[in-house]
T-cell receptor, first 117, second 114 residues
Framework: AQKVTQAQTEISVVEKEDVTLDCVYETRDTTYYLFWYKQPPSGELVFLIRRNSFDEQNEISGRYSWNFQKSTSSFNFTITASQVVDSAVYFCALSERTQGGSEKLVFGKGTKLTVNP | DTEVTQTPKHLVMGMTNKKSLKCEQHMGHRAMYWYKQKAKKPPELMFVYSYEKLSINESVPSRFSPECPNSSLLNLHLHALQPEDSALYLC?????????????FGEGSRLTVL
């Protein structure tokens, strides 16, 4: 079965520090997708990125960057120059194909990031 | 502003009550989802609708009854709930069932069962 491990339960940093959120996954599928979602205190989950298993290029979007390493089954997320607004719970997720042929997401337990001024 | 709207934002109900949660999206998405999230836990999938038909039911107790009247609306009917059903209920949508990754979530309905 698919599994996503986010070993860091909570991280606290001071504004402008860089911070990396770790994600390690397990899957038997050869084709799969990895995701990061952000959940601010307001409650809704916000989609950040989707990465397919054939694309190992790292991606940068503003202050956010993602490092996908298939060899270590990791998909880590780095926030550069963190800001207070980055405070949220961040979930890593992995696609899982169901018996009916559709897909659903398997979420990690989440990492709560607190950025202090 | 979120493009998936959920009402009510907060709901308190007794174990004998019948209530409904509502979800609406106008992005033309054809797949809609209900998730349940307990405090400090990840979301857990409950139901998935694709083109207004129930596609996935994650063995959810029958006291939760989903309904998809049209492609823009998703309801969750609640009856005879237990206190342990208290949670944040999140609705989400995606372009279609096989594009589940890029989900658009609402802000959730926080349910308290007394």
């Amino acid at each position: 079965a698919q599994k996503v491990t986010q070993a860091q339960t909570e991280i606290s940093v001071v504004e402008k520090e860089d911070v990396t959120l770790d994600c390690v996954y397990e899957t038997r599928d050869t084709t799969y997708y990895l995701f990061w979602y952000k959940q601010p205190p307001s409650g809704e989950l916000v989609f950040l990125i989707r990465r397919n298993s054939f694309d190992e290029q790292n991606e940068i979007s503003g202050r956010y960057s993602w490092n996908f390493q298939k060899s270590t089954s990791s998909f880590n997320f780095t926030i550069t120059a963190s800001q207070v607004v980055d405070s949220a719970v961040y979930f890593c997720a992995l696609s899982e194909r169901t018996q009916g042929g559709s897909e659903k997401l398997v979420f990690g337990k989440g990492t709560k990031l607190t950025v202090n001024p | 502003d979120t493009e998936v709207t959920q009402t009510p934002k907060h709901l308190v109900m007794g174990m004998t009550n019948k209530k409904s949660l509502k979800c609406e999206q106008h992005m033309g998405h054809r797949a809609m989802y209900w998730y349940k999230q307990k405090a400090k836990k990840p979301p857990e999938l409950m139901f998935v609708y694709s083109y207004e038909k129930l596609s996935i039911n994650e063995s959810v107790p029958s006291r939760f009854s989903p309904e998809c009247p049209n492609s823009s609306l998703l309801n969750l009917h609640l009856h005879a709930l237990q206190p342990e059903d208290s949670a944040l209920y999140l609705c989400a949508s995606s372009r279609d069932l096989f594009y589940t990754g890029e989900l658009f979530f609402g802000e959730g309905s926080r349910l308290t069962v007394l």
